[in-house]
């Protein structure tokens, strides 16, 4: 059954460090790959997709994404978080039109 | 341009209780998604339209659950009776159709809690 895993439900970083979050999947054939971030009391807003090519995709506000076939990784980077990056974020995965959704990182932000 | 709007914002409601809450997608979507969310966990779909046809129930717990899309454009998600269970957010996102290099975009969601 495809699954995504993303291993770290909460992660805390200083204002300006690096980040990475994790996305592993299982799927039968290469997925379509998504990021979305949730703030407080808000809907879901994506930051960046991969489809095919590239396998280094860059988002909104900032953020990448790698896709590691070999690893069956999805994992999202930003070299430098701001404060306003504090949410949740979601890894999701589908072939067809039904998104697949991990469990979720909560990240926060210290000044 | 207007986003996916979801009301009511919140809703508290007893066990065996009904309650409906309602999504106007953007305008001139096709697809409409109902996802819920419970706390804790990634959003998961609980139907999927495309107009106003429905394209995949298949985690609608139909004994309780339903849900329609008249006219292709709004729908409504109706839950009798509820059960504690059920609280969580309950999401409504829209797509321009079917393909999936095209986005869903998400509302804001309804909170329910069931006491």
């Known amino acids: 059954a495809q699954s995504v895993t993303q291993p770290d439900i909460h992660i805390t970083v200083s204002e300006g460090a690096s980040l990475e979050l994790r996305c592993n999947y299982s799927?039968?054939?290469?997925?379509?790959l998504f990021w979305y971030v949730q703030s407080p009391g808000q809907g879901l807003q994506l930051l960046l997709k991969?489809?095919?090519?590239?396998?280094l995709v860059q988002g909104i506000k900032g953020f990448e994404a790698e896709f590691k076939r070999s690893q069956s990784s999805f994992n999202l980077r930003k070299p430098s978080v701001h404060w306003s990056d504090a949410a949740e974020y979601f890894c999701?995965?589908?072939?067809?039109?039904?998104?697949?959704f991990g469990t979720g990182t909560r990240l926060q932000v210290f000044p | 341009e207007a986003g996916v709007a979801q009301s009511p914002r919140y809703k508290i409601i007893e066990k065996r209780q009904s309650v409906a809450f309602w999504c106007n997608p953007i305008s001139g979507h096709a697809t409409l998604y109902w996802y819920q969310q419970i706390l804790g966990q990634g959003p998961k779909l609980l139907i999927q339209?495309?107009?106003?046809?429905?394209?995949?129930d298949s985690q609608l717990p139909k004994d309780r659950f339903s849900a329609e899309r008249l006219k292709g454009v709004d729908s409504t998600l109706k839950i009798q009776p509820a059960k504690l269970e059920d609280s969580a957010v309950y999401l409504c996102?829209?797509?321009?159709?079917?393909?999936?290099?095209?986005?869903?975009?998400f509302g804001q969601g309804t909170r329910l809690t069931v006491v």
């Open positions: 999701a995965v589908t072939n067809t039109d039904k998104l697949i």
């Open positions: 996102a829209s797509s321009l159709n079917r393909v999936m290099n095209t986005e869903a975009f």
């Open positions: 339209f495309q107009n106003n046809g429905v394209v995949d």
């Open positions: 991969y489809f095919s090519g590239d396998t």
């Open positions: 799927y039968g054939a290469t997925p379509y």
